[in-house]
């Protein structure tokens, strides 16, 4: 599958049709800016890739797959409360839209304030904020798909970090989706970043697989990829 100008993301398949879909794809999308699957699949499409083409194939991201197995509240939770965001909201949350794009290094296809929109017309981000009112983390939440949401983005702007608001509203906006009565909770973390994926399995939830994002690159020129919204 794939929505230019995103990776293609691909299920499971092994070598020999990583080869023969790298074959097809030269002819159809050759500005292809990468691959996104299960690590397996990522790294033989990646190498079919590099034979066919002569491109540069380097790791983008490594991220783990987990979904949400009995939430577990925080031990100590931060002084304040979670609320959905609304128009109020909009300027907040298309800043911390494209603060939390550059912090994970990608380019979404859709601005801050289209994305802030769309979230917000659905309530699809929940606000952590202070006894006074401040917002100081958001945790976001995709639209309910076979009985499933993704948590997506979790985002603490870095001069609050380290006071436990992401854990917060990330068990929030879980218990939320849980209480609206979604079957499966899910996310995806960054693997090099261990503080998240511990913050998460404290909540609750366990892994269960590992998908590696690979970028293209033409001669000295890398391919730009973007970011799912």
């Known amino acids: 599958m794939r ?3 995103h990776r293609v993301v691909l299920s499971p398949l092994g070598p020999e049709a990583a080869d023969a879909l790298a074959a097809r794809l ?5 500005e292809l800016p990468g691959v996104g ?3 397996a ?3 033989a499409f990646a190498r079919a890739w590099e034979r066919r083409t002569g491109a540069r194939v380097s790791v983008g991201v490594r991220q783990r797959l987990y979904r949400l197995g009995t939430l577990t509240p925080l031990d100590a939770a931060p002084a304040g409360r979670a609320r959905v965001a609304t128009a109020a909201d909009r300027a907040l949350l298309a800043r911390w839209h494209d603060e939390f794009g550059e912090a994970v290094g990608a380019r979404s296809a859709m601005d801050g304030g289209a994305w802030a929109d769309t979230r917000i017309a659905y309530g699809g981000v929940t606000l952590w904020e202070t006894a006074d009112g401040v917002p100081v ?5 995709t639209p309910r798909v076979a009985g499933q949401v993704r948590v997506a983005p979790v985002y603490t702007p870095a001069e609050q970090r380290g006071r436990g608001y992401g854990g917060a509203v990330t068990a929030a906006v879980t218990r939320a989706a849980l209480d609206a ?3 499966e909770v899910l996310l995806f973390t960054d693997l090099a970043n261990p503080t998240s994926n511990g913050l998460y399995q404290r909540i609750g939830y366990r892994a269960v697989e590992d998908f590696t994002q690979y970028d293209f690159h033409r001669g000295d020129a890398a391919v730009t990829a973007t970011a799912a919204p």
């Open 3 to 5: 929505t230019p100008p």
């Open 26 to 30: 030269v002819d159809v999308s050759p």
């Open 37 to 39: 699957a299960h690590h």
């Open 41 to 43: 699949a990522a790294e």
């Open 137 to 141: 983390a958001m945790a976001g939440v």
């Open 181 to 183: 009565g979604v079957a």
